[in-house]
């Protein structure tokens, strides 16, 4: 499983990597069944496998879950001729959903390549529901440069929008810096009605 690529067959490595993985996991498995390790995973507890170059030898015992990594980033727009071309746009009183989805038909280029689900680029007027942008990523293409680029070809032609909703946390990564440069409020995890409906017709639609 890979994010925007279809599930596919395991390559060699990946191979290896789920083989050992697995036969670890009935070792451990093991200790948990016999009673000789007790790990009260109900209490945050975790089984830890691991390999002791000191002692030559697997070791295996209960220990505190760690915390999830949530990565936080923020894109830093450094360009300064973009920041004061967009500021001087007029401001608009419109409000907008922008947003980047998947969608449910993948393509394959050719026999050897991993299918890969392509990405859709949205701009939508959250008021009445009408699409303005709708760009076909392709799997190469960054998200990053094409979220920038599609909110700048926005602003240069209709102005700065009042405020622009977004899905999540990572979408508002790409664009909070240069909102907040520009004057534009960033609103994000307040739902996204008139997207997730275009994805259903997009998706109905390709499925025919």
Not at 60 to 86: F, H, Q, S, T, Y
Not at 114 to 143: A, E, H, W
Not at 181 to 191: P, R, S, T
Request: aromatic fraction near 10%; hydrophobic fraction near 40%.
């Amino acid at each position: 499983m890979k994010e925007g690529y279809y599930p596919w067959f395991l390559n060699a490595q990946q191979v290896d990597l789920i083989t050992t993985a697995l036969q670890n996991f009935v070792i451990a498995f093991k200790y948990i069944a016999s009673g000789e390790i007790s790990v009260n995973f109900e209490n945050n507890e975790t089984l830890l496998r691991y390999y002791s170059p000191e002692k030559k030898d697997w070791l295996n015992g209960a220990v505190i879950m760690p915390p999830i990594p949530v990565e936080k980033r923020c894109l830093i727009i450094k360009d300064k001729e973009l920041i004061e071309k967009l500021k001087a746009q007029k401001k608009i009183s419109v409000t907008l959903d922008f947003d980047q989805i998947y969608t449910s038909v993948p393509i394959q280029e050719n026999k050897h390549d991993i299918p890969y689900f392509p990405r859709l680029l949205l701009i939508v007027d959250r008021s009445s529901g009408y699409c303005i942008t709708q760009n076909m990523l392709g799997k190469d293409d960054i998200s990053e440069n094409a979220i920038i680029s599609a909110l700048y070809d926005y602003i240069m032609k209709y102005g700065r929008p009042k405020t622009i909703y977004v899905r999540d946390e990572k979408f508002s990564s790409y664009i909070e810096h240069l909102c907040k440069q520009i004057g534009v409020q960033i609103i994000c995890g307040k739902g996204m009605r008139n997207i997730n409906a275009l994805a259903e017709d997009i998706a109905e639609l390709m499925n025919r």
